[in-house]
Nanobody, 125 residues
Framework: LQLVESGGGLVQPGGSLRLSCTASGFTLETNAVGWFRQAPGKERESVSCISSVGSTNYADSVKGRFTISRDNAKNTVYLQMNSLVPEDTAVYYC????????????????????WGEGTLVTVSS
């Protein structure tokens, strides 16, 4: 039972990346899935979450730039990141739990059932 993130890398400011979070051994369909990030020297913060029925939540810092979506047939949740800025540099993690999107993104992080290992996003020229 695991979550695996992919799609991270080095991108220039203003560029785009799409992160993927794929589950194996269990279905994401009945879970909310969230993206979180941790920059060097900072606490992990929520970025965006999506509920099992498609409700979404975004951090103010990414609204209008990031889009979360899910493909239940592929057991995968995506985070499309556009107009990236250096402040978006972080390790990005996905998590899953049977919660609402709002609670997942604004509540305590220690209630998640599953966490991925993370994927590094570096925004730099």
């Amino acid at each position: 039972l695991q979550l695996v993130e992919s799609g991270g890398g080095l991108v220039q400011p203003g560029g785009s990346l799409r992160l993927s979070c794929t589950a194996s051994g269990f279905t994401l369909e009945t879970n909310a899935v969230g993206w979180f990030r941790q920059a060097p020297g900072k606490e992990r913060e929520s970025v965006s979450c999506i509920s099992s029925v498609g409700s979404t939540n975004y951090a103010d810092s990414v609204k209008g730039r990031f889009t979360i979506s899910r493909d239940n047939a592929k057991n995968t949740v995506y985070l499309q990141m556009n107009s990236l800025v250096p402040e978006d540099t972080a390790v990005y993690y996905c998590a899953a739990a049977p919660l609402s999107a709002q609670i997942m993104c604004t509540g305590p992080q220690d209630v998640m059932d599953y966490w991925g290992e993370g994927t590094l996003v570096t925004v730099s020229s």
